[in-house]
């Protein structure tokens, strides 16, 4: 009777040694899938290649997660689903079709910037939603991006920096400048500063503080509900505990710094104050830097920053009408990148980033230099 315990005991133990092999398999980078799509139809590669580029904008890298923040979308709005969707496509197929490299593509490096491009056009449009031309200027400009980001990463390669969001952000604004406010075909919402108050505007609710946490991650993808918000925040942590950790540490600060200016209400409530510091604390504590003490002080100096220089571009650029996007977040983690003394030594090489657990897993590798180059998260 005993041997049968023990040998039932160790099978129920390998079953649940075999179920969290399973499970790991679907989180972090899913390296194994693409040694199983060499072989496949096009279309099937290209879905995967897509929706890696649409968790490239969380700085996650794992297509199931991309499946998740899809379907967050559609949640939010079908019409923005497909814009992003259509966005994401389009540049993906433009880098194939002009011959960039191949590893990139299928990383889903090429496809980011041009689903966001296309989803924030959806949203700053006021012609509202289904409004069927917009789609001419989304395919060009998500286009217009993959050549951007080709150029830009030649030039940044020497400092061992990614292009990151910058195509995306100097598209869209050069789009919304190009139509503004009174547009014939492509009018754009106006959007205030983020110092503009009403009357009692400074009346603030904590509960609404709070939800604006989580919300901050949502509106990475321009999400302002909170269970699509919460299913975006589920994808990251599909990919990476770590990162959604960090994603709700940067919001969380992002939110505090808002509230140490005392921005707008909507601004905080709608987490538009966090999603800045949530981009750049994801990026530093969770990416391009090992996991100690002395780089996670420097994350959370850093979500500050971006938060901070998020609210001064937003009063600079809102007297325009037009948004600050994610300059702060991309310009702050670039110049965090750059840190020279004790700060370099922690520094990740750009091309053998991964997910926050394989960088601490491999850390002891990256110090002795012995990891070969592999593209892989990208900011």
Not at 27 to 44: C, F, K
Not at 137 to 161: E, K, M, N, R
Not at 335 to 349: C, D, E, K, Q, T
């Amino acid at each position: 009777m005993g041997e049968a315990q023990q040998e039932d005991m160790h099978g129920k133990h390998g079953v649940c040694r075999s179920l969290l092999r399973n499970i790991r398999l679907l989180t972090g980078d899913m390296e194994h899938l693409d040694s199983h799509l060499h072989d496949r139809p096009v279309v099937l590669q290209l879905v995967v290649w897509g929706l890696r580029g649409v968790t490239r904008v969380i700085l996650a890298n794992n297509p199931l997660s991309g499946a998740l923040i899809l379907i967050a979308l559609y949640w939010t709005s079908p019409w923005q689903c497909l814009l992003g969707t259509l966005g994401v496509l389009m540049s993906t197929l433009t880098a194939a079709l002009i011959g960039l490299d191949s590893a990139e593509i299928s990383g889903g490096l090429h496809g980011f910037n041009g689903m966001l491009v296309s989803l924030l056009m959806g949203v700053f449009s006021s012609a509202g939603d289904w409004y069927w031309w917009l789609l001419l200027p989304a395919c060009l400009a998500s286009a217009s991006c993959v050549f951007a980001y080709s150029g830009l990463s030649t030039v940044l390669a020497q400092w061992d920096l990614s292009a990151s969001v910058f195509p995306f952000n100097i598209v869209i604004i050069l789009y919304l400048l190009c139509t503004g406010h009174e547009h014939p075909y492509f009018p754009q919402h106006y959007v205030p500063p983020a110092f503009m108050l009403e009357l009692n505007g400074t009346h603030v609710e904590g509960v609404q503080v709070m939800l604006g946490i989580p919300l901050g991650v949502g509106q990475i993808f321009a999400c302002d509900a909170l269970g699509p918000s919460l299913l975006i925040l589920a994808a990251v942590l599909l990919y990476s505990p770590l990162l959604a950790a960090h994603a709700l540490l940067g919001s969380a600060v992002g939110t505090l710094a808002g509230l140490s200016l005392a921005v707008h209400p909507h601004f905080l409530h709608s987490g538009l104050s966090g999603f800045n510091g949530s981009l750049g604390c994801m990026a530093v504590g969770g990416l391009f830097f090992t996991f100690n003490w002395r780089t996670q002080l420097l994350a959370v100096a850093t979500a500050f920053l971006s938060a901070y220089i998020d609210i001064a571009l937003s009063n600079l650029l809102g007297k325009v009408g037009l948004p600050a996007c994610s300059w702060a977040s991309t310009l702050t983690s670039t110049l965090m990148l750059l840190l020279n003394g004790s700060f370099s030594a922690y520094r990740i090489p750009t091309g053998e980033v991964r997910a926050p657990e394989e960088n601490l897993h491999r850390q002891a590798q990256w110090q002795g230099g012995k990891v070969s180059l592999r593209d892989s998260s990208d900011v």
